[in-house]
């Protein structure tokens, strides 16, 4: 035998996806962004079903070495740039994009030995401030870059940082992120997932589409829809018959309010479902919605069957979430977090299954 929870990943529901991007930003080149293990689904898995995109983006060397090591030829930008001088002998040997967000990165840049072409990205803070340069520091750090003796290959970018949230800050952060680079004709890129979905105005030459590529985050009002990518499914293990006014789960969080027939399936916080999700979290057991009920276990989950009994068996199947009546983004909504999360908060323990 063999414990039941798995993830199904759907090859080509990624390559849907990322035709869906290029359908909502025809006039854009694509960065399909794959760091964090490909959000979970696999590096390599998903840069091979992402292979007519434009680039890709990643957060670190290791990511990048991944992939040039897989055969990639693809452009490859480190999203955070350099984390320490030493590693720009690599970006040279593996042809690396490079973003630049500060003085220091700059510094290490301009000072290298190194003459071969880059392509070097300025970050632009334009109102998150996180990472980036100060709209005032920008035609500087341009101005250090051209007059440079290296062959950079300059571009332009930003990040949004409420585009699916706040229309108003958004569109500061567009009119920042214009002023700062007005003037230029560098090749410009700010939107993510949310913004190139919900703000055209921010599409420019490349757009860098991340979790609406594996079939999360979609624009309730968007069209072509995305599809899911990842199913995480399990199987009832147990049926129990529990009482009216009885506990079910550790710390004694839910009690019967009725004779109440009850279900065991094997998923828990140990497979990389979330531990906080309350009662009432929805569950499809044969295709039709459950409620979890008490705390999530490391291995297992309970989940009210009393309006299917007689209806359920032994082995029957449960989904956790990446049906169509039941995305990722419900389910974290429920847990108080976000799909990013959940995708790539999946264990090592979980087998996952391509599906082509």
């Known amino acids: 035998m063999y ?40 590096i390599d898995r998903v840069a091979h079903q992402f292979s007519s995109a434009d680039g890709y983006g990643v957060a670190c060397i290791d990511e990048a070495i991944i992939l040039r090591q897989k055969g990639f030829l693809h452009r490859i930008l480190l999203l955070e740039g350099l984390f320490s001088e030493a590693e720009i002998p ?12 500060s003085f220091h990165q700059l510094k290490w840049l301009l000072e290298s030995q190194y003459q071969a072409t880059i392509n070097v990205w300025v970050k632009i803070d334009s109102g998150m401030h996180r990472l980036g340069f100060h709209p005032d520091e920008v035609a500087d750090v341009i101005n250090q870059l051209e007059k440079s003796d290296k062959p950079f290959q300059i ?9 699916d949230e706040s229309e108003d800050f958004t569109l500061k952060q567009i009119n920042c992120f214009n002023d700062a680079s007005k003037g230029y004709t560098y090749p410009k890129s700010l939107a993510n997932s949310a913004g190139l979905q919900e703000f055209k105005q921010a599409q420019y030459q490349w757009v860098r589409p991340g979790i609406m590529l594996y079939g999360a985050g979609q624009c309730k009002s968007c069209r072509p829809a ?14 129990k ?7 079910v789960g550790y710390g004694n969080t839910w009690q019967a309010q009725r004779d109440s027939y009850v279900g065991i399936v094997a998923i828990g916080y140990g497979d990389g479902y979330p531990r906080h999700a ?39 199947e449960a989904i956790l979430w990446g049906d169509e009546s039941l995305g990722v983004d419900e389910i974290a909504e429920f847990a108080g977090t976000i799909g990013y999360e959940l995708l790539c908060g999946i264990t090592q323990r979980v087998p996952i299954i391509e599906v082509q």
Do not use: F, W
């Open 3 to 42: 414990r039941p929870t798995k993830a199904y990943i759907h090859l080509p529901a990624l390559r849907h996806n990322l035709q869906v991007v290029k359908t909502m930003a025809p006039n854009s080149k694509v960065l399909a962004v794959i760091k964090a293990n490909g959000y979970g689904h696999g």
């Open 90 to 101: 690599l970006v040279y040997q593996h042809r690396l994009d490079l973003v630049v967000h």
């Open 155 to 163: 571009h332009l970018a930003s990040h949004l940082a409420s585009a």
């Open 226 to 239: 995305l599809k899911p990518v990842m199913k995480l499914v399990s199987e009832v293990t147990a049926l």
């Open 241 to 247: 018959k529990v009482k009216k006014g009885e506990y």
């Open 278 to 316: 309350p009662t009432g979290t929805p569950v499809l057991v044969n295709g039709q919605r459950v409620s979890l009920i008490g705390r999530v276990s490391m291995d297992m989950i309970c989940v009210d069957l009393t309006e299917l009994e007689g209806q359920v068996r032994i082995g029957d």
